[in-house]
């Protein structure tokens, strides 16, 4: 047990106590109970730095399964203390922005808080977690808790149909990742990420190892919102605010890049995981740009933001993850420089996407609408709120001197980097790399310079909104102002967090790339000489400020060049597709009719036991032990045979009845000449009472239906009877063939007078040897009495339903 | 092969019986064919005992004995009156 361990489960003891406390300080707004709980994991994790830096990192163990390896070992190195720090930090200014955001009479707090707090606990989980296992329950917990979070306002449509979406998408994901831990440790023997990593050279030829990597990558990419599974997050803004900001910018969908980054240590040095995840972060990052740029709503061009920053950060990972196959060379530095800017973009787009989630927020909240087209003119009635929207979106554009510049340089040094590499076709279309993120930074400073001039810019246009805009109050600020102020630190003095954060990350996502004592070189600076990327970044401000002058007129940039979300569609109309299909199906087989599904059985019957009797060639027909055939046994078989086959032609439903009775009474004759008189006895009286209740049944048959005609001739009918006859007397023919070991029944005969005191054997054996069975007999026979009993008195009638 | 010969004649019988139950126009025609087929029964089994020197199945002679009576009573109550039991009111 370490500190560790209770620092996880703090947020989850806090969503136990939320309600408690609510009840007890009813006055207090439920967000400031719940403050300090990630201000002390906040103020903790910092304290975690300096000792792991000096210390290594921190691990320990409690047992959960261990029969199973499944064990709750938590590990803090520098990649999950940057998360840490994070999911604490962010979480601390969301929690304070979210006391001032959401309405303490108006909304349900403890419900919210709840959520909010089993989501922090799951998210920290997660990035502490060394144990797949503990992994995968806390990043299905994270899934939960978003859902719950997503459709906090229920009663809207929307908020439930982003949850329901965003769930399935998540989930569907996370079972992928499930099969791929799985598979890993089918390779392995071991759940721990780090032993894992031990025997990361050993595995990379099993042949598990693609579908483990494709399998993780698709619950990595479906978490992370990367093409073409990024379709739950514009809808995920249906949530509040403080929830998008936190969730579907700084938090959640960040722990599929974790993820990735995690797993790079076992996975790099493959070219698939290299094309996949940077191409697939290139496709993303563009796409979502592009879609970013269409976007009215304020929200849902942040999330198309969101979408296409992840897709950078995924790519730049990918890249980094090259440089695992330079092990021991001046090459390793030099494209793990694509992992020093994964980890500082990380950094950077948790901050500056935070302040304009909330900032995106406080307009909603001051004008109630977020929708770009209504909106306008708010720079002299929003100062605050247009500064901090101004320096987190020229942060996101990449201008400097905000932090969005720095990481960007590193964004396009990295991309410029990979086109030497000279392994996996890179030589071929290495250079398209540089080309995509260009054109996707173009994209992105386009829509960012539209964030914040047509909300703030522009002509005012007060009377369309529906309240009187104003600043926001003082509270709802500070969150903003607190991550806007860490823009403009992290852009001038970008090395405070160099060896602090970024090195020991750096160093846990490439693990024995550096020999002991070692560490990369983390030197980010603001000015960093005549470079093309700096050619390259002035190329994107001047297209990108042409493009946005002319926006209003160039095609590229209104007309949807696809016309509506076809992904969105297909997701739609595949899932109505699989509703209609399967409804469709259940339909075609699920008739209502009794004969139908007697079919089925049949046919399962025959083809079941048919197969088994030829795949086993258990088929033997062995006519030794049978005894001869006497005369009259020939007779009344003769006689059993006739009267069975007429009731199938017979026309008239007494005539048939009759014959069963007929057949009845020659099986009680088969019991005579087989010599169980007790059998005979009982078949005759029951034959009786069975033909008499029949004749019932006949008489009070309903005039009209009457229908006394002949059964009507189907030939698939007349197939299966003959084949469950077949089969059955083959069955029986070989099993009585066989007999591989004696009867018991010759105990019975022997000990009935000796140990029972009656010579005769059935009744013995019936209320002395196997009484139970008779006495469950007696049961099913009293108990059918009174059913009958019942259904004939208790005629229930209740508006319309037919009862009895 | 006396006894043989019996029970080969009381098959007979019992067959020609039941050609007059299938083919019957009416109801009591089979109804009596049923009875007759009965009394054939008991007489078959009897032989049949003694083929086997049993008396284990004299039971039976005397339950079928009692059940085609009872069910040509019911049988006749039914064509005559149309129910087998009548409610006492």
């Given at each position: 047990?370490?500190?560790?361990h209770l620092?996880?489960?703090?947020?989850?003891?806090?969503?136990?106590?939320?309600?408690?406390?609510?009840?007890?300080?009813?006055?207090?707004?439920?967000?400031?109970?719940?403050?300090?709980?990630?201000?002390?994991?906040?103020?903790?994790?910092?304290?975690?730095?300096?000792?792991?830096?000096?210390?290594?990192d921190?691990?320990?163990t409690?047992?959960?399964?261990?029969s199973?390896?499944?064990?709750?070992?938590?590990?803090?190195?520098?990649?999950?203390?940057?998360f840490?720090?994070?999911?604490?930090?962010?979480?601390s200014?969301?929690?304070?922005?979210?006391?001032?955001?959401?309405?303490?009479n108006?909304?349900?707090?403890?419900?919210?808080?709840?959520?909010?707090?089993?989501?922090?606990?799951?998210m920290f989980?997660?990035?502490?977690?060394d144990?797949?296992?503990?992994?995968?329950?806390?990043?299905?917990?994270?899934?939960?808790?978003?859902?719950?979070?997503?459709?906090?306002?229920?009663?809207?449509?929307?908020?439930?149909y982003?949850?329901?979406?965003s769930?399935?998408?998540?989930?569907?994901?996370g079972?992928?990742?499930?099969?791929g831990?799985?598979?890993?440790?089918?390779?392995t023997?071991?759940f721990?990420?780090?032993?894992?990593?031990?025997?990361?050279?050993?595995?990379?030829?099993?042949?598990?190892?693609?579908?483990?990597?494709?399998?993780?990558?698709?619950?990595?990419?479906?978490?992370?919102?990367?093409?073409?599974?990024?379709?739950?997050?514009?809808?995920?803004?249906?949530?509040?605010?403080?929830?998008?900001?936190?969730?579907?910018?700084a938090?959640?969908?960040?722990?599929?890049i974790?993820?990735?980054?995690?797993m790079s240590?076992?996975?790099?040095?493959?070219?698939?995981?290299?094309?996949?995840?940077?191409?697939?972060g290139?496709?993303?990052l563009?796409y979502?740009?592009?879609?970013?740029?269409?976007?009215?709503?304020?929200?849902?061009?942040?999330?198309?933001?969101?979408i296409?920053?992840?897709?950078?950060?995924?790519?730049?990972?990918?890249?980094?993850?090259?440089?695992?196959?330079?092990?021991?060379?001046?090459?390793?530095e030099?494209?793990?420089?694509?992992?020093?800017?994964?980890?500082?973009?990380?950094?950077?787009h948790?901050?500056?996407?935070?302040?304009?989630?909330m900032?995106?927020?406080?307009?909603?909240?001051?004008?109630?609408?977020?929708?770009?087209?209504?909106?306008?003119?708010?720079?002299?009635?929003?100062?605050?709120?247009?500064?901090?929207?101004?320096i987190g979106s020229?942060?996101?554009?990449?201008?400097?001197?905000?932090?969005?510049?720095?990481?960007?340089?590193?964004?396009?040094?990295?991309?410029?980097?990979?086109?030497?590499?000279?392994l996996?076709?890179?030589?071929?279309w290495?250079?398209?790399?540089?080309?995509?993120a260009?054109?996707?930074?173009?994209f992105?400073?386009?829509y960012?310079?539209?964030?914040?001039?047509?909300?703030?810019?522009?002509?005012?246009q007060?009377?369309?909104?529906e309240?009187?805009p104003?600043?926001a109050?003082?509270?709802?600020?500070?969150?903003?102002?607190?991550?806007?102020?860490?823009?403009?630190?992290?852009?001038?003095?970008?090395n405070?967090?160099?060896?602090?954060l970024?090195?020991?990350?750096m160093?846990?996502?490439?693990?024995?790339?550096l020999?002991?004592?070692?560490?990369?070189?983390?030197?980010?600076?603001?000015?960093h000489?005549?470079?093309i990327?700096?050619?390259?970044?002035?190329?994107v401000a001047?297209?990108?400020?042409?493009?946005f002058?002319m926006?209003?007129?160039?095609?590229?940039?209104?007309?949807?060049?696809?016309?509506?979300?076809?992904?969105?569609?297909?997701?739609?109309?595949?899932?109505?597709?699989?509703?209609?299909?399967?409804?469709?199906?259940?339909?075609?087989?699920?008739?209502?009719?009794?004969?139908?599904?007697?079919?089925y059985i049949?046919?399962f019957?025959?083809?079941?036991?048919?197969?088994?009797?030829f795949s086993?060639?258990?088929?033997?027909?062995?006519?030794?032990?049978?005894?001869?055939?006497?005369?009259?046994?020939?007779?009344?078989?003769?006689?059993?045979?006739?009267?069975?086959?007429?009731?199938?032609?017979?026309?008239?439903r007494?005539?048939?009845?009759?014959?069963?009775?007929?057949?009845?009474?020659?099986?009680?004759?088969?019991?005579?000449?087989f010599?169980?008189?007790?059998l005979?006895?009982?078949?005759?009286?029951?034959?009786?009472?069975?033909?008499?209740?029949?004749?019932?049944?006949?008489?009070h048959?309903?005039?009209l239906?009457?229908?006394?005609?002949?059964l009507?001739?189907?030939?698939?009918?007349?197939?299966?009877?003959?084949?469950?006859?077949?089969?059955?007397?083959?069955?029986?023919?070989?099993?009585?063939?066989?007999?591989?070991?004696?009867?018991?029944?010759?105990?019975?005969?022997?000990?009935?007078?000796?140990?029972?005191?009656?010579?005769?054997?059935?009744?013995?054996?019936?209320?002395?040897?196997?009484?139970?069975?008779?006495m469950?007999?007696?049961?099913?026979?009293?108990?059918?009495?009174?059913?009958?009993?019942?259904?004939?008195?208790?005629?229930?009638k209740?508006?319309g339903?037919?009862?009895g | 092969?006396?006894?043989?010969?019996?029970?080969c004649?009381?098959?007979?019988?019992?067959?020609?019986?039941?050609?007059?139950?299938?083919?019957?126009?009416?109801?009591?025609?089979?109804?009596?064919?049923?009875d007759?087929v009965?009394?054939?029964?008991i007489a078959?089994?009897?032989?049949?005992?003694?083929?086997?020197?049993t008396?284990?199945?004299?039971?039976?002679?005397?339950?079928?004995?009692?059940?085609?009576?009872i069910?040509?009573?019911?049988?006749?109550r039914?064509?005559?009156?149309?129910v087998?039991i009548?409610?006492?009111r």
């Open positions: 047990m370490v500190i560790l620092a996880i489960i703090l947020p989850f003891i806090f969503a136990l106590l939320a309600p408690l406390l609510n009840r007890l300080l009813p006055r207090v707004h439920t967000g400031w109970l719940m403050l300090p709980v990630p201000v002390v994991l906040f103020a903790y994790m910092l304290s975690l730095i300096p000792v792991i830096r000096e210390q290594g921190l691990e320990g409690i047992p959960w399964i261990p199973l390896g499944v064990d709750f070992h938590v590990y803090a190195d520098g990649l999950s203390l940057l840490a720090l994070l999911i604490t930090g962010i979480g200014l969301v929690l304070l922005y979210s006391i001032f955001y959401l309405d303490k108006k909304e349900k707090l403890v419900h919210f808080y709840v959520y909010l707090m089993l989501f922090m606990g799951a989980g997660l990035v502490m977690s144990n797949l296992m503990v992994l995968y329950s806390f990043w299905e917990l994270t899934s939960i808790s978003s859902f719950l979070l997503i459709a906090f306002w229920h009663k809207r449509e929307k908020s439930r982003g949850a329901l979406k769930m399935v998408i998540t989930v569907f994901g079972l992928a990742m499930f099969a831990f799985l598979l890993l440790y089918v390779m023997g071991t721990s990420i780090r032993e894992i990593m031990g025997d990361a050279s050993a595995i990379a030829n099993h042949a598990l190892f693609i579908p483990a990597m494709l399998l993780i990558l698709l619950g990595a990419f479906t978490k992370s919102a990367q093409f073409p599974f990024h379709i739950w997050l514009p809808d995920a803004m249906e949530a509040p605010t403080p929830v998008s900001a936190y969730l579907h910018s938090t959640m969908v960040k722990a599929g974790y993820l990735v980054a995690r240590p076992i996975f790099a040095g493959e070219a698939l995981w290299l094309w996949l995840v940077s191409g697939l290139l496709l993303t563009v979502g740009s592009y879609r970013a740029l269409k976007q009215v709503d304020l929200k849902s061009m942040l999330a198309f933001s969101t296409s920053q992840l897709g950078l950060i995924m790519s730049l990972f990918g890249l980094g993850s090259a440089a695992a196959l330079y092990t021991g060379t001046a090459q390793a030099f494209y793990s420089k694509a992992t020093m800017a994964a980890v500082f973009h990380l950094l950077n948790a901050i500056f996407k935070g302040a304009l989630f900032v995106v927020g406080i307009v909603d909240h001051e004008t109630g609408t977020r929708d770009i087209r209504k909106l306008g003119g708010l720079m002299s009635v929003m100062p605050i709120t247009f500064t901090i929207a101004m020229f942060s996101m554009a990449g201008i400097p001197p905000f932090n969005g510049f720095l990481s960007k340089e590193m964004f396009f040094t990295a991309m410029l980097n990979i086109r030497t590499m000279e996996f076709g890179m030589e071929a290495g250079t398209l790399f540089p080309v995509i260009w054109v996707a930074s173009i992105t400073f386009v960012s310079m539209l964030l914040v001039f047509r909300t703030f810019g522009g002509k005012a007060f009377d369309k909104l309240k009187k104003h600043e109050p003082l509270g709802m600020l500070i969150s903003p102002v607190v991550l806007a102020t860490l823009v403009i630190v992290f852009g001038l003095f970008p405070l967090a160099s060896y602090s970024i090195e020991p990350a160093a846990a996502v490439h693990p024995g790339l020999s002991p004592g070692e560490q990369f070189m983390v030197s980010i600076s603001l000015w000489g005549l470079t990327e700096l050619f390259m970044t002035i190329g001047t297209v990108g400020i042409l493009l002058l926006h209003k007129r160039t095609a590229v940039l209104n007309q949807p060049l696809f016309a509506k979300a076809i992904l969105n569609r297909s997701y739609d109309g595949g899932m109505r597709m699989m509703e209609r299909l399967s409804g469709a199906i259940t339909r075609v087989y699920m008739t209502g009719s009794i004969r139908h599904y007697l079919i049949f046919v019957l025959i083809l079941a036991i048919g197969m088994t009797l086993e060639d258990a088929l033997k027909v062995d006519t030794t032990g049978f005894a001869d055939m006497t005369f009259y046994e020939a007779a009344i078989l003769i006689a059993l045979v006739l009267s069975s086959v007429s009731v199938l032609f017979v026309t008239s007494l005539t048939a009845i009759i014959l069963t009775g007929a057949v009845g009474y020659l099986v009680a004759l088969f019991f005579v000449i010599r169980a008189p007790d005979a006895l009982t078949q005759l009286s029951v034959e009786t009472v069975s033909v008499a209740l029949f004749l019932l049944c006949f008489y048959l309903p005039k239906k009457k229908e006394l005609v002949s009507r001739f189907k030939l698939g009918n007349f197939i299966i009877a003959l084949g469950v006859g077949t089969i059955m007397t083959l069955v029986a023919l070989s099993a009585s063939g066989t007999r591989p070991f004696q009867s018991i029944s010759h105990y019975f005969l022997e000990n009935s007078y000796k140990l029972a005191g009656g010579k005769n054997v059935v009744n013995v054996i019936l209320v002395d040897f196997r009484g139970f069975d008779t469950f007999e007696i049961v099913v026979l009293g108990i059918a009495s009174f059913g009958i009993y019942s259904m004939i008195r208790l005629k229930l209740e508006d339903a037919e009862g | 092969t006396v006894l043989i010969t019996a029970l004649i009381l098959m007979l019988a019992i067959l020609a019986n039941l050609y007059r139950v299938v083919k019957g126009p009416s109801s009591a025609d089979r109804v009596i064919a049923l007759s009965g009394i054939n029964l078959s089994i009897a032989v049949f005992s003694v083929l086997l020197h008396h284990a199945f004299f039971d039976l002679i005397l339950l079928i004995g009692i059940l085609s009576f069910g040509t009573i019911a049988f006749a039914f064509i005559e009156r149309g087998v009548e409610r006492k």
